[in-house]
Nanobody
Framework: QVQLVESGGGLVQPGGSLRLSCAAS????????MGWYRQAPGKQRELVAL???????DYEDSVKGRFTISRDNAKNTVYLQANMLKPEDTAVYFC?????????????WGQGTQVTVSS
């Protein structure tokens, strides 16, 4: 069985920073693309950032220059450094991993971590 466990959310003031982490564990053979998504109240889940196993990354336009995605392949862990946070960044943040386990290849999701940007 595979699990993705996130940490690092919380309450931060506008202009502040947070670092989110997501570790994949279990019967994992290989991890391909990892990513972060977010879902604000009343809105659809949207992509924030993606990173390939070789480190190539891509970002949603509104977070470019403020957020940085990275990963540690040895630990099957993905990070999201979020700087210059704005109230509109408030959402539940979910990590995802396209990975191959002993049984199948599919996308797995974390349980979500709340990020609230407010003064």
């Amino acid at each position: 069985q595979v699990q993705l466990v996130e940490s690092g959310g919380g309450l931060v003031q506008p202009g502040g920073s947070l670092r989110l982490s997501c570790a994949a564990s279990g019967a994992i053979l290989r991890v391909y693309i990892m990513g972060w998504y977010r879902q604000a109240p009343g809105k659809q889940r949207e992509l924030v950032a993606l990173i390939t196993a070789s480190g190539i990354s891509d970002y949603e336009d509104s977070v470019k220059g403020r957020f940085t995605i990275s990963r540690d392949n040895a630990k099957n862990t993905v990070y999201l450094q979020a700087n210059m946070l704005k109230p509109e960044d408030t959402a539940v943040y979910f990590c995802s991993a396209d990975l191959e386990s002993y049984y199948e290849r599919r996308t797995y999701w974390g349980q979500g971590t709340q990020v609230t940007v407010s003064s």
